[in-house]
């Protein structure tokens, strides 16, 4: 009897902790036609249950067919770049939890459940995979300059927008419904992991890293990542969403430099003018007096625009506040 009952607990099916809830794979691809059958498998063996749909961006050696062939739900997004297929994915996809992956199979789908499980133990909107360190893999699969861009762009953001993330531009991440159906997703390129990230840090939601191995590419693949123009394009990204988000800090230090600007030009004048009642040097005094009425304005430029950001960023949190929390089984 022991024996019988232990070979049908053997069969049965283990429980996942994703039981009731839909599960969605994303993986955005442009000639990935090397690497997408492992990434397909691999993830529809992680994450039994979850539909895998792979997003081909005009490739032209033949992804769609082969994701086709592994079991993924293919679909075509026209309009090139990374941005615009995730935008595409996210109105499209109807899930409880969303996984967002490249096709590069440079990640380990192994490490996928641990990020759904923290997703939903800890009530969490956004799992972002953290990359291991340069010492534990090949310096091929994480170039250094790559390394030490992450590490600056990511130092940016940390100082801006508070220090709750530390690999801002893995493409590996878990969402939940509520952050899906919330995030406007205005980019277009590389630059979206920015986007998701800030996004996440300014309207305050729960978020999460969990560690991740990051290994090569495979042989034949070929990375689509351009280091120097994709990373003056996240840099510009931080730039723009810095003055939207922070207008008053902006303003405020350009003010600030408008303002000693004009007192360095002023001072004189009116040192000279106490001195012996003359101001004969007028293109000076003009210029000083430029200057510091230019900072008063990018002071009140700055505390206007602040009331605006405000205003925009309840709005958001409405919109996502709005959006039923879906993070329970059978809810």
Request: proline letters at 5%; hydrophobic letters at 45%.
């Amino acid at each position: 009897m022991d024996t019988l009952l232990e070979q049908a607990l053997a069969l049965s099916p283990v429980p996942v902790p994703w039981a009731g809830l839909k599960l969605a794979v994303l993986i955005p691809c442009h000639n990935e036609a090397v690497a997408i059958p492992k990434v397909v498998a691999d993830f529809r063996t992680a994450l039994p249950g979850a539909t895998v749909y792979v997003y081909d961006n005009n490739s032209g050696d033949g992804t769609a067919a082969a994701a086709r062939a592994a079991g993924a739900v293919v679909r075509r997004e026209t309009q090139q770049g990374k941005g615009h297929v995730i935008r595409r994915g996210f109105a499209d996809i109807d899930a409880d939890i969303y996984v967002l992956v490249d096709g590069d199979d440079t990640y380990d789908a192994a490490d996928a459940p641990a990020m759904v499980r923290r997703l939903l133990d800890e009530q969490l909107d956004m799992v972002t995979g953290q990359r291991v360190s340069a010492a534990d893999i090949a310096a091929i699969a994480y170039r250094r300059g790559h390394q030490f861009g992450n590490r600056v762009l990511t130092g940016l953001v940390r100082a801006v927008f508070g220090a709750r993330v530390s690999d801002m531009l893995s493409g590996y991440r878990v969402f939940s419904r509520r952050f899906v159906k919330s995030f406007p997703a205005l980019s277009s390129g590389f630059e979206i992991e920015t986007e998701v990230t800030v996004h996440a840090l300014e309207l305050g939601m729960p978020v999460g890293e969990q560690p991740t191995r990051y290994k090569e590419r495979p042989a034949g693949s070929r990375s689509k990542l351009r280091t120097w123009s994709d990373g003056a394009r996240i840099l510009n990204t931080i730039t723009v969403l810095v003055r939207q988000e922070r207008p008053l800090q902006v303003f405020a230090w350009a003010g600030l430099a408008l303002l000693l600007a004009g007192l360095a030009a002023g001072v004189p004048v009116i040192e000279e003018f106490h001195r012996t009642g003359l101001v004969p040097r007028l293109p000076s005094a003009v210029l000083a007096t430029g200057l510091v009425l230019l900072s008063f304005l990018s002071f009140a430029c700055g505390m206007i625009l602040d009331t605006v950001a405000r205003g925009r960023k309840e709005l958001r949190r409405l919109a996502y506040l709005a959006i039923p929390p879906s993070l329970s089984r059978g809810g």
